[in-house]
């Protein structure tokens, strides 16, 4: 991904729905309020705009200005409720931009762990991943007359030090997933040797593998919930392995869980309840929706049938426009989704819309610019 990034920040001014309500009806307990950060990309700059659904205006900070950034060839986005970061690299090099969105610290930094000058080995950085504490580049080495060797650079952004581990696997070529807990890490890749799924756990201060699980073919994803390593099967069912303790407990059935690309992913919890995405059977003018699935019983608790098309209807009636949705977060506790929107006529005007799993407009926020992606920050009961 290459881009010219120029500081220049658009006015703030707030495009106004006819008839827009900003607060759901008041025979109905007030709905709290929700903080939340988005992000846009104007083809001039990279623009994150921070908000409360009980405030006017949002306030509009200019990330490329912040992090003077710089692409390389490669590039990866990664946004959570903690922080937003840019991992680029190109063969030997790389370039990291991270930013902790609860203090506003900015790191940044090039050429982890010096990685483009070791000339002495035919070797090219595959992907780059972090989180607050440390930065992990996976990388292939091409010794010569031997098979290619898949090793990870970790970086700590504490100490500057930096720590290089062969995994014990031997890695197709491609790239690497991973997900982070604190001083731990998981990758996932698929063994050469024997075509299968592999997650290595990975103490990152020691820069040593605890343990490798070896999956078959049934393994379709996971995810970490605290020190729990949920792992989902194909055959619509799932086992948790313990981080800690390194053991397998029970698990259970997931009939129609809405599972469809392999590897690991990242989401929200509420109990047994998990966030996931809902994809609507194609054509259509929705893509994907959010839904809440429900471990314990092994079905949706919300969501598991189609509500932005009643939410596109109520906010016509409202406002006299149809609209198009995008990109979403939700949270599993409250039930409340906040999603991207744009005016369907093809002009620029759109915000976000704060709705609930039954397609209810509960405000509709028009924004300067049109996010691209966007974070639920936190849940605000009203009176606090």
């Known amino acids: 991904m290459k881009k010219t990034v120029v500081a220049i920040l658009l006015p703030l001014a707030l495009f106004v729905f006819p008839g827009c309500s900003t607060d759901a009806p008041s025979s109905e307990s007030p709905v709290p309020v929700v903080a939340f950060t988005a992000f846009a990309n104007t083809s001039e700059e990279i623009v994150q705009l921070d908000m409360r659904t009980d405030e006017d205006q949002p306030v509009l900070v200019s990330v490329s200005g912040e992090f ?18 840019y991992y680029t690299w190109d063969n030997r090099q790389s370039r990291v931009y991270y930013k902790d969105l609860e203090t ?14 070791e000339t002495g080995n035919d070797q090219s950085i595959r992907t780059v991943w972090g989180n607050r504490d440390y930065v992990v580049a996976a990388y292939s080495r091409f010794p010569a007359g031997s098979p290619e ?3 990870l650079r970790i970086f700590n952004r504490n100490t500057a030090e930096c720590r290089d581990l062969r995994l014990t696997q031997t890695a197709i070529s491609g790239q690497i997933n991973m997900l982070f807990r604190e001083g731990m890490l998981i990758a996932y890749y698929t063994n050469a040797d024997t075509d299968l799924p592999v997650l290595t756990l990975i103490d990152l201060e020691d820069g040593a593998v605890v343990t490798n699980l070896d999956l078959t073919g049934n393994f379709l994803a ?7 390593l949920l792992l989902f099967g194909r055959d619509e069912t799932y086992e948790v392995f313990l981080t800690g303790s390194q053991t397998f407990t ?7 869980i809405p599972l469809l690309s392999p590897g690991l992913f990242q989401t929200r919890f509420s109990g047994e309840v998990l966030l996931l995405s809902l994809i609507y059977q194609q054509p ?30 109520r906010i016509e009636l409202e406002t006299g426009n ?32 704060l709705t609930d799993f039954t397609g209810k407009p509960l405000q509709i926020i028009p924004l300067p610019i049109v996010p691209e992606r966007l974070v639920i920050r936190e849940i605000i009961q009203r009176g606090r």
């Open 322 to 353: 149809r609209v198009l949705f995008g990109n979403f977060d939700a949270d599993p506790s409250t039930g409340l989704v906040v999603i991207t929107y744009v005016i369907g006529d093809g002009s620029p005007e759109g915000g976000v819309v």
């Open 149 to 151: 060797e898949a090793r």
């Open 284 to 313: 259509s003018l929705f893509f994907s929706q959010p839904a809440l699935y429900d471990l314990g019983g092994g079905n949706f608790s919300s969501g598991g049938t189609p509500f932005l098309p009643v939410l596109q209807e």
């Open 104 to 117: 506003g610290d900015v790191f940044a930094e090039s050429d982890i762990c010096g990685f483009s000058g």
């Open 250 to 256: 029970s698990g259970g059935n997931t009939p129609n």
């Open 68 to 85: 003077n950034l710089q692409f390389l060839q490669d590039a990866r986005n990664q946004i959570d409720t903690a922080s937003i970061a």
């Open 222 to 228: 996971a995810t970490l919930r605290g020190e729990e």
